[in-house]
Structures are given as C-alpha cells and as structure tokens.
C-alpha cells in the first residue's frame, strides 16, 4: 500500500504563513515534500530558512490573492490543499465597549476572508474534481471566552462556514473540515502563557494536564491534507489536550 499520510508533491497554499501556526505548517509540509506557498502581509526574518514560497499578500484583497492562486497554478497545473489560517484577535476590557472598528477588522480577515480564498481556491479544485480545504478554528468555536466577542464570533462563524461549504463542495471532490487548535504555545498565547497564573489555570482545566505544543498540531493537518481523510469531510478535529471534553474540576 502507498503511503496514504503521504503529502509528497501536493501544491499547498497556507494564509498567515508569516509567523506562528501558520509559519510552523509552511515549514514542516515543506519538509515532507510538498509544495508549499505561505501568504501573509509580512514575513519576519527568521523565515528565510524555510524551504517554501513566500508570497506577500492581505487576503481581503480579492483581487490579490486572485492573482497569486492564478500564478500558483500556472506553474504547478493544480491546488491540492488551502490551509485557511490566518487570523487576528483584539481582545478589549470588556465588550461593552468592544469597538465596531475592531470587530469589522476581525470579522473581516478570521471569517470573510477564510470565505473568499475558499472561493477562490474552489473554482480551481473543482475542475481537478479533488482538494482539500482546511480551516483553522479554535476552541472559541464551541465556548464563550471574556472580552473578544469578534474573535470568538469569527471562529464560531468558520466553524458554520465549513459545514456549508463541505455540503455544497462535496459534489465536485472537494472536502471541507476545521482543525481547532487549544492552548498551544504561540506567539499569539505567548502573554496568556507567561502569566503563571493564567498558564496554571489553563493546564489544570486541560485532561493531558500541560500546553500544546505547535508540533501537536502536525499530525491531525497531514491527515487532513493527505488522501488518509480521502472520506472525511464537513469535521471539526479539536487538538486541545481534552480542554472541551472537561468537566467539573476535581
């Protein structure tokens, strides 16, 4: 049997590639022999040691991201994965007083923006009559959290979104799932972990009793993006330690 984990040679096009999650698939794909285009606003530095295509781009630029999927297929003749990572947070003191121009900012880049480069990245799929869409949502998706209404909305919306697109994409090949990460150690949690009191409370709450780690998250995106989840489509696979599946504390 072929290796059925195997993403050797399947074009991937990651959103948010510039730092964290997004950053970590981009390199470690790459190292597994795919052919991997991360597109962000910016890269650091750090970044010119990866092996993948960095492509500069705000997604809520249609016409923008347009244009590099058209040049991406050009020279590859196929997309065979959009990871729909991207995504900011503008957590405010209280919601009260969130401000309507954060929620628009984070509306716009978590959740359209995720909609649009579907569209986009499905014009191609379909007439491939195969491909895989994955979205990052978050344990936001299932729980209200304080003082980020736009967040916690946005990833409850993708997570919606992709049930839609999965019902409405499955007849032309293509499958649809979310990937919602828990508490893992990036750039963007780094406060909330560094904190030891935030950073106990969130480990005591989590079955595995620790953070995750960006490498948790590898091995449910190669499933996903590889043909493993050939019959999977419309999911939600949460890497969190067991943090929803938590109860009373002890």
Not at 165 to 193: C, H, Q, W
Request: proline share 2%; aromatic share 10%.
């Amino acid at each position: 049997m072929n290796d059925i984990f195997s993403v050797k040679n399947k074009v991937i096009v990651i959103t948010g590639a510039g730092r964290g999650i997004g950053n970590f698939f981009a390199s470690e794909l790459s190292k597994m022999s795919a052919i991997v285009y991360g597109i962000d606003k910016t890269f650091s530095n750090k970044n010119k040691r990866n092996v993948y295509f960095q492509k500069k781009c705000d997604i809520t630029n249609k016409t923008q991201f347009k244009k590099i999927c058209k040049n991406i297929l050009k020279d590859n003749g196929k997309i065979d994965v959009l990871i729909n990572n991207a995504g900011i947070t503008l957590p405010n003191n209280s919601s009260k007083d969130y401000s309507l121009e954060d929620w628009k900012k984070t509306i716009d880049v978590n959740l359209t923006g995720a909609f649009v480069c579907s569209q986009i990245v499905a014009q191609i799929m379909k007439k491939q009559f195969i491909g895989s869409i994955i979205n990052i949502t978050s344990i936001n998706a299932e729980l209200g959290f304080p003082n980020n209404p736009a967040y916690v909305t946005s990833k409850g919306g993708l997570k919606m979104l992709t049930k839609s697109l999965a019902r409405d994409f499955g007849k032309y090949g293509i499958r649809v799932n979310n990937l919602g990460p828990g508490y893992i150690v990036t750039e963007m949690t780094k406060k909330s972990y560094q904190n030891k009191k935030s950073r106990m409370i969130k480990q005591r709450h989590t079955l595995l009793g620790r953070w995750g780690d960006l490498t948790d998250l590898i091995g449910p995106c190669v499933f996903l993006a590889s043909d493993a989840s050939g019959y999977v489509t419309g999911q939600d696979i949460y890497v969190d330690g067991g943090w929803l599946a938590n109860g009373l504390p002890e």
